[in-house]
């Protein structure tokens, strides 16, 4: 007789900790990488725990979280309407099971994971790019200009680069506590090369620890735009530890933008320089 295999409680949740959950699963060694146009924008890594095998700690699935939905809406995309981590899916059917994003788990290393390809792009009708509808960044001699959007077309992005293609190699990958959430890919450009564009209504910004930066999300279907750092008065400056003022002192003339987001650019291509945020930038984050 096969012995049941072991179990291991994971436990998950979005960055500002509203939303907390916990599943019992064999040790994770993969997720699935779907291509879809949101799973490509949002980065997820779909773990599926089995219906009734996720039981939630803190917060609400139908009041705590937004759901979007778009297509046939047969899915509903969940995400903290706080911080925009997305922490999962389900579906009103009743034989469907919450499936959780790997990238929520607290401690589960996703760069070590087996990610088996899923090929949702070829379901249903083509996704249609939204039109950036703010106005264009100069590009300097050798750049070129890109834009983007979140799903719903809510907020859109343009900004000028070099080629984001295989000879790009600026592009960073962070495992900080809120990037590793996003799954982003940034491309850090000067500030005037960057053009957010939406109501004012529909763009989350989420802050936290130092507060220098603000995380640009919409609010509608919650994907993450960019990594913007806040106007810090030259108190507040003064006010920050050494190692952050010096981040700000460096940086804060610069943005962040998600490459995920971007029409035309394939990340899997970027040669993205790997951040261990996650232990080298300073900051006193707590998993709930």
């Not at 907390?20 to 949002?42: G, M, W």
Request: with cysteine; charged share 20%; net charge negative.
């Amino acid at each position: 007789m096969t012995a049941e295999p072991k179990t291991i409680t994971y436990r998950g949740n979005c960055h500002c900790g509203a939303f907390v959950f916990q599943t019992a699963l064999p040790e994770i060694k993969s997720a699935i990488d779907c291509n879809c146009s949101i799973c490509a924008k949002k980065g997820y890594l779909w773990i599926f725990p089995g219906k009734g095998n996720v039981e939630i700690v803190k917060g609400s699935v139908e009041e705590g979280l937004t759901a979007y939905e778009f297509g046939p809406k047969k899915l509903k995309h969940l995400f903290c309407p706080t911080c925009a981590s997305p922490v999962g899916g389900f579906s009103d059917d009743e034989n469907f099971q919450l499936a959780l994003n790997a990238h929520c788990f607290q401690g589960l290393v996703t760069s070590d994971l087996e990610k088996p390809p899923y090929d949702g792009a070829s379901l249903g009708e083509p996704y249609e790019h939204p039109v950036h509808k703010g106005a264009l960044p100069t590009p300097d001699a050798g750049e070129v200009v890109y834009t983007g959007s979140c799903h719903c077309g809510a907020v859109t992005v343009a900004t000028a680069s070099k080629p984001l293609d295989e000879t790009y190699e600026g592009a960073i990958e962070c495992n900080c506590s809120s990037c590793e959430r996003y799954a982003a890919i940034w491309v850090y450009r000067p500030n005037k090369a960057v053009v957010l564009s939406g109501d004012e209504a529909n763009i989350g910004r989420y802050q936290f620890n130092r507060r220098m930066l603000s995380k640009v999300f919409c609010n509608i279907c919650g994907v993450v735009m960019a990594n913007l750092f806040n106007e810090l008065t030259s108190e507040q400056v003064e006010a920050l530890p050494e190692l952050p003022r010096r981040i700000y002192d460096a940086q804060h003339e610069y943005t962040g933008v998600n490459a995920r987001v971007l029409q035309g650019v394939d990340v899997a291509r970027f040669k993205t320089k790997k951040v261990d945020g996650l232990n080298k930038i300073p900051g006193e984050y707590a998993n709930p």
